[in-house]
């Protein structure tokens, strides 16, 4: 990332409340594939949250080629819209982490439409089969 990039946030998105708190929404149409948004992430071993509130809010990390495994179980709380993506158990929006846009590498979490989405949706993402089964519930 050069001084001076910005990260992406789609014009379309808002944060509304919804029957889980608060979600993140849009009044346009989205086309699949459009990148949603780009959000800077902190990275932390799991057992420093896991009795925090905010062990409901992390991602887990899979360390990638490029990168050096730190060793046990890491995760990351995203910023931005990140950690306000509610579950839909067939979600419209999907993420990754590590993104090159450019040609300036950015180590952020990138969210996509999965599918068109119409104007009033709310934007959902999977939280994955072990995010429930470490809260002893079965993914809806």
Same mark, same amino acid.
């Given at each position: 990332?050069?001084?001076?990039?910005?990260?992406?946030?789609?014009?379309? /998105?808002?944060? =509304?409340?919804?029957?889980?708190?608060?979600?993140?929404?849009?009044?346009?149409?989205?086309?699949?594939?459009? $990148? /949603?948004?780009?959000?800077?992430?902190?990275?932390?071993?799991?057992?420093?949250?896991?009795?925090?509130?905010?062990?409901?809010?992390?991602?887990? $990390?899979?360390?990638?080629?490029?990168?050096?495994?730190?060793?046990?179980?890491?995760?990351?709380?995203?910023?931005?819209?990140?950690? $306000?993506?509610?579950?839909?158990?067939?979600?419209?929006?999907?993420?990754?982490?590590?993104?090159? =846009?450019?040609?300036?590498?950015?180590?952020?979490?990138?969210?996509?439409? /999965?599918?068109? $989405?119409?104007?009033?949706?709310? /934007?959902?993402?999977?939280?994955?089969?072990?995010?429930?089964?470490?809260?002893?519930?079965?993914?809806?």
């Amino acid at each position: 990332m050069q001084p001076g990039d910005s990260l992406f946030v789609h014009p379309g /998105l808002k944060v =509304r409340p919804c029957e889980w708190g608060y979600g993140v929404f849009t009044d346009e149409a989205i086309p699949e594939g459009t $990148i /949603l948004e780009e959000c800077h992430y902190l990275k932390a071993p799991f057992q420093t949250l896991r009795t925090s509130p905010l062990s409901d809010y992390v991602f887990n $990390i899979e360390w990638g080629p490029h990168e050096e495994d730190r060793g046990g179980e890491w995760v990351a709380l995203v910023f931005g819209f990140g950690s $306000i993506y509610n579950h839909a158990p067939e979600p419209n929006v999907s993420y990754y982490r590590g993104y090159q =846009r450019g040609h300036a590498p950015k180590d952020v979490f990138t969210f996509y439409a /999965l599918r068109d $989405i119409e104007p009033g949706e709310q /934007l959902c993402i999977s939280y994955g089969e072990n995010w429930w089964n470490t809260r002893g519930q079965e993914m809806p």
